[in-house]
């Protein structure tokens, strides 16, 4: 009877550890898909500013009213 408890035991714990390691991969995932986020934000940021500084250069120019911008 010692012995088949010892497996229910060994069951039990190996059930825990497989929910551990499937939380684990579900919070990596998490963290790569905000990362991710963050990496598009900057680089929508930077390439808005870019196109921002560009396009105030061009109104300081006096000729940003006489291009067609395309987005």
């Known amino acids: 009877m ?3 408890m010892e497996v229910v ?3 039990q714990e190996m059930e825990a550890q497989k ?3 499937q ?3 579900a ?3 998490l963290a ?3 990362l991710q ?3 598009d934000m900057v680089n929508a940021i ?3 500013g870019m196109n921002a500084a560009r396009d105030a250069g061009l109104a300081a120019q006096g000729i940003g009213s006489k291009l067609s911008v395309v987005v």
């Open 2 to 4: 010692d012995g088949m």
């Open 9 to 11: 035991g060994m069951s």
């Open 19 to 21: 929910l551990q390691m």
């Open 23 to 25: 939380q684990a991969v």
């Open 27 to 29: 919070g990596a995932s």
């Open 32 to 34: 790569k898909e905000a």
């Open 37 to 39: 986020f963050q990496g």
């Open 46 to 48: 930077i390439s808005g």
